[in-house]
């Protein structure tokens, strides 16, 4: 490894340690990831292409539905795929290219996720809340622009905070406690001042925990208007529907907020477990938990695997 104390971090080497750090449990994380990662490819490509062949599941919902399975299968290869491989290869190693490279796509990518989860939100508040003028409001013109904001901030949000990082100087240490390289363990190594990074990374957690504020809202007028009505079992199915879209949108951005929104001082190797949740786990469960309870989805799937077979 080469030391050098000058601000030429272009082709200097990172270390990544890894989850733990620790031999055995990183050949655990890495049978566990050997797992995750092709379920998540495979269940969001099913979902894809389940929307896509049944014409009763063209309407904004389950176009939401198919760009954030588009986005999740991105996202999981920006990080996963590089463990794998340096685990089989018996490598630690990531080039500063390629460490910025994963910087970039997990704050583009994850960010665009964000978005299209409070796109999905909205679109079940107006459907429920405002019935009638549902087709009006949700025009295909207004998903498309939903879908490219989501995109755009997404970039809008990585570029800076990308370009900041690659002009950190990081003075020989190279260790990242991490399994891939994340922007906060990245700006814990610089040996530069990195007080305006710290700055531009809050407000970036703060444009990537916005759309909670649109989801929290979207769910109170879903639950206002079907609590409205008296019928236990339009409150019952609401409940459960929304609830297990609530469970993932709070374990997402609750661990992504509980992790950037503190001090750099306080971060360990740990803290890595932490990351899995949102880098690996979520894109995983999306499908299954905004599909599978889904009358409508099931049968497309049923359908699809039928066509499958019989080809
Ligand atoms: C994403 O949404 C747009 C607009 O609703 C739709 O036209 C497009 O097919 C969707 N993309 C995927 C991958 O399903």
Same mark, same amino acid.
Request: proline share 4%; aromatic share 12%.
């Given at each position: 490894?080469?030391?050098?104390?000058?601000?030429?971090?272009?082709?200097?080497?990172?270390? /990544?340690?890894?989850?733990?750090?620790?031999?055995?449990?990183?050949?655990?994380?890495?049978?566990?990831?050997?797992? %995750?990662?092709?379920?998540?490819?495979?269940?969001?490509?099913?979902?894809?292409?389940?929307?896509?062949?049944?014409?009763?599941?063209?309407?904004?919902?389950?176009?939401?539905?198919?760009? /954030?399975?588009?986005?999740?299968?991105?996202?999981?290869?920006?990080?996963?795929?590089?463990?794998?491989?340096?685990?089989?290869?018996?490598?630690? !190693?990531?080039?500063?290219?390629?460490?910025? #490279?994963?910087?970039?796509?997990?704050? &583009?990518?994850?960010? #665009?996720?964000?978005? %299209?989860? &409070?796109?999905?939100?909205?679109?079940?508040?107006?459907?429920?809340?405002?019935?009638?003028?549902?087709?009006?409001?949700?025009?295909?013109?207004?998903?498309?622009?939903?879908?490219?904001?989501?995109? =755009?901030?997404?970039?809008?949000?990585?570029?800076?905070?990308?370009?900041? #990082?690659?002009? /950190?100087?990081?003075?020989?240490?190279?260790? =990242?406690?991490?399994?891939?390289?994340?922007?906060?363990?990245?700006?814990?190594?610089?040996?530069?001042?990195? +007080?305006?990074?710290?700055?531009?990374?809050?407000?970036?957690?703060?444009?990537?925990?916005?759309?909670?504020?649109?989801?929290?809202?979207? +769910?109170?007028?879903?639950?206002?208007? =079907?609590?409205?009505?008296?019928?236990?079992?339009?409150?019952?199915?609401?409940?459960?529907?929304?609830?297990?879209?609530?469970?993932? =949108?709070?374990? +997402?951005?609750?661990?992504?907020?509980?992790?950037?929104?503190?001090?750099?001082?306080?971060?360990?190797?740990?803290?890595?477990?932490?990351? !899995?949740?949102?880098? &690996? !786990?979520?894109?995983? /469960?999306?499908?299954?938990? +905004?599909?599978?309870?889904?009358?409508?989805?099931?049968?497309?799937?049923?359908?699809?695997?039928?066509?499958?077979?019989?080809?």
């Amino acid at each position: 490894m080469s030391m050098k104390e000058d601000n030429q971090s272009s082709n200097m080497d990172f270390i /990544l340690l890894g989850v733990s750090g620790h031999q055995e449990q990183e050949d655990f994380f890495f049978i566990l990831f050997l797992l %995750i990662y092709p379920i998540t490819l495979i269940g969001n490509l099913v979902i894809i292409l389940a929307i896509h062949s049944d014409i009763r599941l063209h309407n904004p919902m389950y176009f939401f539905l198919a760009n /954030l399975s588009f986005v999740d299968i991105f996202f999981s290869s920006v990080t996963l795929p590089k463990m794998l491989a340096n685990h089989i290869l018996g490598t630690k !190693v990531i080039s500063f290219g390629g460490c910025l #490279t994963q910087m970039y796509f997990m704050i &583009a990518l994850g960010n #665009t996720d964000s978005y %299209i989860l &409070a796109a999905m939100a909205y679109d079940r508040a107006v459907a429920i809340s405002r019935p009638l003028h549902y087709t009006t409001i949700m025009n295909p013109w207004c998903c498309a622009l939903l879908v490219v904001r989501s995109w =755009v901030v997404g970039n809008a949000n990585a570029l800076p905070q990308t370009l900041l #990082t690659a002009k /950190l100087s990081f003075c020989g240490h190279q260790e =990242v406690a991490n399994f891939y390289c994340d922007m906060a363990f990245l700006l814990k190594l610089s040996c530069t001042d990195i +007080y305006f990074n710290l700055k531009m990374m809050y407000v970036g957690v703060g444009v990537f925990s916005m759309p909670l504020l649109c989801i929290i809202i979207s +769910y109170v007028r879903v639950f206002s208007t =079907v609590l409205r009505v008296p019928s236990t079992k339009g409150v019952l199915k609401a409940f459960s529907t929304c609830g297990s879209h609530l469970t993932v =949108v709070s374990l +997402y951005y609750g661990t992504v907020m509980g992790m950037y929104f503190r001090p750099l001082t306080s971060y360990s190797l740990k803290d890595a477990l932490i990351t !899995v949740m949102y880098m &690996a !786990v979520t894109p995983m /469960l999306n499908p299954f938990i +905004y599909s599978l309870r889904n009358r409508d989805m099931k049968a497309a799937l049923g359908k699809l695997f039928h066509r499958g077979i019989s080809s």
